[in-house]
């Protein structure tokens, strides 16, 4: 049996975590700076990425990898695009060292296929983690 004060803290609770249940949540690398956004979308193909970015009506955010520390990784109630579902290797001119890829590739795998022909790359972030698209 509860009593009144534990029921009233239950509903308490109840009220306060629904809005919170409603949005998603994007934070960076640190885990310091949640961010609630409308929703988290991970397009695989250019398509469904302009069909995305063509029927949202506000904001919209992109990210990566999240490696920025900040806050900067989004914006509140916004559509966050998670680019990391596109990440594959459009082109790959190895006489002319060219390489056309999309925004969510890590440089790691970038390294893992183009070690194979005894390319590398010449200038990149620190850590091979990140993805090519930048850092958020």
């Not at 390319?119 to 091979?128: A, F, G, N």
Request: proline content about 3%; some cysteine; aromatic content about 8%.
């Amino acid at each position: 049996m509860i009593n009144r004060t534990g029921n009233f803290l239950f509903f308490v609770l109840l009220f306060f975590s629904i809005p919170a249940l409603s949005k998603k949540v994007v934070n960076d690398i640190t885990k310091l700076n949640p961010i609630k956004v409308s929703d988290v979308v991970m397009p695989k193909t250019i398509s469904e990425l302009k069909q995305l970015v063509a029927k949202h009506k506000g904001q919209i955010s992109i990210g990566g990898g999240r490696y920025s520390q900040g806050g900067q990784t989004a914006c509140e109630n916004c559509l966050f695009i998670d680019m990391k579902g596109l990440n594959r290797i459009k082109y790959l001119d190895v006489k002319n060292k060219k390489i056309t890829v999309e925004a969510g590739i890590t440089w790691r795998e970038i390294q893992k296929v183009i070690d194979k022909e005894n390319l590398s790359i010449k200038i990149m972030q620190t850590y091979s983690n990140f993805t090519v698209g930048g850092l958020p």
